[in-house]
């Protein structure tokens, strides 16, 4: 059993900076075999929802063209923890982002995850 929280989101002028938060939750030596790839995705109104980051256990990263120089995603291993630290936001990145978390159980599965979902509004 695997739970993802995020937190941070909220309301920020364009041109400011928001930092997400996701925490994963769970057995680490039950259900839970390792934590591989965890990412962000975005949905704003009336779009499909999209990659917008995402990084591999060893740190690998990669971006969405459209946030690349903007967006920094980091993970804490330790912590089982991936942050999305979001600079120089546009009235486009508003969207519902959520976190995922790609979870290999012990059955040998790879399963994705995802969060709630955390509302990040630009406004000019």
């Known amino acids: 059993q695997v739970q993802l929280v995020e937190s941070g989101g909220g309301l920020v002028q364009a041109g400011g900076s928001l930092r997400l938060s996701c925490a994963a939750s769970g057995s680490t030596s039950g259900s839970i075999f390792s934590i591989n790839t965890m990412g962000w995705y975005r949905q704003a109104p009336g779009k499909q929802r999209e990659l917008v980051a995402s990084i591999t256990s060893g740190g690998s990263t990669n971006y969405a063209e459209s946030v690349k120089g903007r967006f920094i995603i980091s993970r804490d291993n330790a912590k089982n923890t991936v942050y999305l630290q979001m600079n120089s936001l546009k009235l486009e990145d508003t969207a519902v982002y959520y976190c995922?978390?790609?979870?290999?159980?012990?059955?040998?599965?790879?399963?994705?995850?995802w969060g709630q979902g955390t509302q990040v509004t630009v406004s000019s």
């Open positions: 995922n978390a790609d979870v290999l159980v012990v059955t040998g599965v790879l399963v994705k995850y």
